[in-house]
Structures are given as C-alpha cells and as structure tokens.
C-alpha cells in the first residue's frame, strides 16, 4: 500500500555530495509482495510510462485509490481480491479505474503516433483494455 516518508540519498551524478533529504511517495507495484515500510530501500530509476501517468494523473486520488490503480496495471486483479489486502472502497475503486483509462487511452494514442505495436492487457472488471502490456 502507499507510504509517504523522508529518504536521504547520497550523491550522485549532478546531486549535491552531502546527504540530502527528500520527500517520497511509494507504492507496492506487485501486489504479492509486503507492503514497503520505513526501512524498504528502492532504486529511483526511469518510470515506466503507465506508472508515471497514473502516479501524475492520480495525484488527487486517496492513497487507497492510487495503490489501487497501480495494481490494476500491474497485478490485473479485481477488486474483490484487492480487498483481501487492504481496505479500497467502491468510490476509490471508481476513481483509479477512471485514472487507469484514461493513463491507458493516451499511451495508447502515443504509442499509435509512434508506429508502435501493442497487446491488450485484461482490464481489472474483465474487459480487454486496447493499450499497455501488463508489467510482468
């Protein structure tokens, strides 16, 4: 589930020497794995697309119903089994599947501009979503 906490990093490539604190927020990208804590390190890398686009377009979103779209793209499960997890109300539910297609729309629509091939992921209520691959 989504957590918001301080991490400090060290050095680096155009970052300050000195440790420097910073502000972040996680979210759990495989829904089998515990939930990250304060002590759960991580590698800032480049986003993927869809992740990015959900995490900027559901910035408005509660924690639950960000976590939620999150899993929608890359665990493709329903909303009874997030709710084995954690607590996600029907109106969290409805806002990270509305944040899910829109994120998928317009990858779809970049990578359609591009020349770029795609497959259809399953859609977390049983649709086929024509857009992203699933992240494996």
């Not at 829904?31 to 377009?57: W, Y």
């Not at 409805?94 to 990858?107: G, M, T, Y």
Request: charged share 20%; with cysteine.
């Amino acid at each position: 589930m989504g957590y918001a906490g301080a991490a400090t990093f060290n050095g680096g490539p155009g970052i300050p020497k000195n440790p420097v604190t910073y502000l972040v927020s996680a979210y759990c990208a495989n829904f089998g794995k515990q939930n990250p804590t304060r002590t759960t390190s991580f590698n800032i890398d480049d986003p993927e697309p869809m992740l990015a686009c959900l995490v900027n377009r559901g910035h408005p979103l509660s924690i639950n119903a960000l976590q939620a779209a999150v899993w929608m793209y890359t665990d493709g499960i329903p909303l009874s089994r997030m709710k084995e997890k954690f607590d996600v109300t029907a109106e969290d539910w409805d806002s990270a599947l509305k944040v899910f297609h829109q994120c998928d729309k317009e990858l779809l629509s970049k990578q359609k501009a591009s020349g770029n091939t795609h497959n259809a992921i399953p859609d977390p209520v049983g649709n086929i979503v024509r857009g992203m691959t699933r992240r494996k």
